[in-house]
């Protein structure tokens, strides 16, 4: 875990950003327009961060990529709250909110029937792509593993 993250926080840097104790700060106001100009110049390759495990992983994943395009992150008070499922009314409510939340940058793949009694196997699998990165999240659990 430990080198997730410093793969992570190096990958943050090298996108521009400054690591400050507990705290990450973008160090340009003009990130996205520079890296975009950076990137189809050739100069920065495409990055890719794939998030692969269960609803703690899914939700690293949503609280990178919501950072990642609005620049902050998500408020512990914040209703209805990315990072809770239990704050949507359903898990439908959920996929569709938290992908619109996202737009344009990512595409959820995800199906789960509310019903218990009529269990059919969910899966998520959500699909970020940003100016210069790319970020996935492949749900994979219990026995069951990855679908799509």
């Given at each position: ?18 690591i400050t104790g507990l705290t990450l700060q973008r160090e340009s106001s003009r990130f996205t327009s520079s890296l975009s100009e950076k ?103 219990g026995d069951f593993g990855s679908q799509g």
């Open positions: 875990m430990i080198s997730k993250c410093i793969a992570l926080t190096s990958l943050l840097v090298t996108l521009g950003f400054e990137v189809r110049g050739g100069n920065v390759p495409p990055s890719s961060i794939i998030f692969i495990g269960d609803s703690v992983i899914r939700y690293q994943y949503l609280s990178l990529v919501y950072f990642l395009k609005n620049r902050h992150w998500i408020g512990r008070h914040q209703r209805p709250n990315p990072i809770e499922e239990q704050t949507y009314d359903s898990w439908e409510d959920f996929y569709n909110q938290t992908s619109k939340a996202l737009t344009p940058y990512e595409l959820c793949d995800c199906f789960r029937v509310d019903n218990p009694e009529n269990f059919t196997l969910p899966f998520e699998n959500r699909y970020f792509c940003g100016p210069g990165l790319k970020v996935s999240y492949i749900q994979a659990f």
